[in-house]
């Protein structure tokens, strides 16, 4: 593959602009070697490749060129960001403390990894982030003849540094006794039958550990065994594991959803409303960027999640925020003498910020090596973004500042909804975005350059580098300033627009 350049964004000549592909062949095939790309239904993965080589994207970049950032998008999505990103709660700690705290607990976890640190980085431009390097892909590892099957979900956690779980084992030998040394395969097909001895079908091996249980003990069991079922020593990603780490001072949290609240940018004293909240980690951020001072309005649909919101609003020992069970889609007040203020419904021009962190299709997650969700699944969730659009703009004060984002990839969720807004919603205009970490927005929605330039798209397919796969402690500063320069390219796919609710509107 040619390693061409960019061209000044907006400069638009005859010949086809050739984009910089994400990353390089010998990169590509080694991460697909490690792992196979994201498997999609075939209908799915048709939509989505007619999307990332829509008309507009076809005259400007070369199709070659789109077909091989389609590519590198599937495979980046199969394996986890190059970082762990901690959120520190900064209404508890300064990120100082939090750093040498954590230091301290990544030196108690490298004794059993092949390395003597990790390092705990700073955020060059989010001062309560801490970033922590992902080790790997470790393509060398040994494998055991003993194979526990896990399911994809399961799978997925152990990328991201988690042990095995009992109700994650789907498949393990007659013979494996608690202290065996195992391999653990995903399930990526979704085809293993809970409770059998082999599995033939395909998978994915994602690393070795230890069992803690015999397979007797977990299928025979009547009850719903829980705990730690293999304690993974070796898993093809080392990342560390944060379970119950100092709660009260730090939340973990992917960084570009860390990017969003600092992007409404509340302030002390402020009536905000999160809309789609559960299960709180923008909530609990907007507060703390609020020094607890104010009112947040969290809100979820789902009983279930909203607990979850309460619990974290509890743990991070956060008081401002309010916590309501409701469909956003109703939360606009019809009766003119109701006064909203004990709860939802809400009167019309209620709130100084809005965040619609919108339901989606969640197709930027990472890592992700299955998907089974049919077409219509994946694209059942515009007309339910728009509805709640809506409500959020009438529920926004004049001056008021509204932020709408997904962690999904598709244009229909992103870009085409700022389209529909801009068009339906003459009051609103777009506002550039600080901090602008990640991309531009895509083309295909028929938004202006500078429309595009003012919204952020977080896309994995414009990493450039692998992980780290060296041992930390031999980083120098340089390597550790290029390092993090990675952490705002290689993270899940995520999409960010500000607007304006105009005075005169
Ligand atoms: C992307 S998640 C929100 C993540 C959250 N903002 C955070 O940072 O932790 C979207 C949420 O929208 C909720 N949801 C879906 N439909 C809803 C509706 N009609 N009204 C309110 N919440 C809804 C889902 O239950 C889900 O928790």
New binding site residues.
């Given amino acids: 593959m040619k390693d061409v350049s960019h061209r000044p964004t907006g400069s638009r000549d005859n010949s086809k602009r050739e984009l910089k592909p994400g990353f390089d062949a010998i990169e590509y095939s080694k991460m697909v070697l490690v792992f196979p790309r994201i498997s999609l239904k075939p209908e799915v993965e048709a939509y989505l490749l007619s999307v990332f080589k829509n008309k507009e994207i076809l005259a400007n970049i070369q199709s070659e060129q789109s077909n091989f950032k389609f590519e590198s998008l599937l495979s980046r999505l199969s394996h986890p960001p190059a970082f762990t990103c901690i959120r520190v709660n900064t209404c508890a700690a300064s990120t100082d403390q939090v750093k040498k705290l954590l230091t301290e607990e990544l030196q108690k976890q490298c004794k059993g990894w092949p390395m003597s640190d990790i390092p705990v980085l700073e955020h060059p431009e989010l001062p309560d982030v801490l970033l922590i390097p992902v080790i790997g892909p470790r393509i060398n590892l040994q494998r055991h003849s003993i194979e526990v099957i896990v399911g994809a979900q399961c799978g997925n956690a152990v990328l991201r540094g988690a042990h095995v779980f009992i109700p994650g084992i789907l498949s393990a030998p007659k013979l494996m006794r608690d202290g065996d040394a195992v391999s653990v395969y995903s399930d990526i097909g979704g085809k293993c039958k809970r409770g059998a001895v082999e599995f033939m079908g395909s998978k994915t091996f994602v690393g070795n550990g230890i069992a803690e249980i015999s397979r007797n003990e977990i299928f025979s069991s009547n009850c719903t065994l829980r705990g730690v079922g293999i304690r993974m020593t070796e898993p093809v990603y080392i990342s560390p594991s944060f379970d119950n780490v100092l709660p009260s001072l730090l939340f973990l949290q992917n960084l570009p ?1 860390v990017v969003v609240s600092h992007v409404l940018d509340p302030k002390p004293g402020e009536r905000i409303l ?10 609990t951020h907007i507060a703390a960027l609020m020094n607890d001072k104010g009112e947040v309005i969290a ?4 009983a279930n ?1 909203v607990k979850k919101i309460k619990q974290n609003a509890e743990n991070l020992q956060l008081k401002c925020i309010k916590v309501f069970c ?4 109703k939360a606009l007040a019809k009766e003119s003498n109701w006064d909203g203020q004990a709860g939802p419904p809400f009167l019309p021009e209620s709130f100084d910020r809005i965040l619609l ?4 299709s969640g197709l930027g997650q990472r890592p992700n090596m299955a998907c089974d969700w049919s077409l219509k699944e994946i694209t059942s969730y515009p007309p ?1 973004q728009r509805k ?1 659009f809506r409500v959020a703009v009438n529920l926004l004060k004049p001056g008021g500042i509204l932020v709408y984002s997904t ?1 999904t990839i598709t244009l229909a969720e992103n870009e085409e909804q700022v389209a529909w807004a801009l068009d339906s919603f003459p009051c609103l205009s777009l506002q550039s975005q600080e901090p602008h970490l990640g991309e531009e927005g895509m083309m295909g929605a028929g938004l202006s350059n500078d429309q595009r330039q003012l919204l952020q798209r977080f896309d994995p397919a414009s990493v450039t580098e692998g992980h780290t796969s060296v041992s930390c402690s031999d980083l120098d500063s340089s390597q550790i300033e290029h390092l993090i320069k990675s952490a705002n390219k290689d993270t899940i796919g995520f999409f960010i627009a500000k607007f304006l609710k105009m005075q005169d509107g």
Avoid at 326 to 329: A, E, P, Q, R, S
Avoid at 357 to 360: Q, V
């Fill in positions: 959803s999160d809309i789609c909240a559960a299960p709180g980690g923008k909530t809100m979820d649909k789902i999640k409701y469909d956003g889609t962190d919108a339901p989606c339910l709640l962690c």
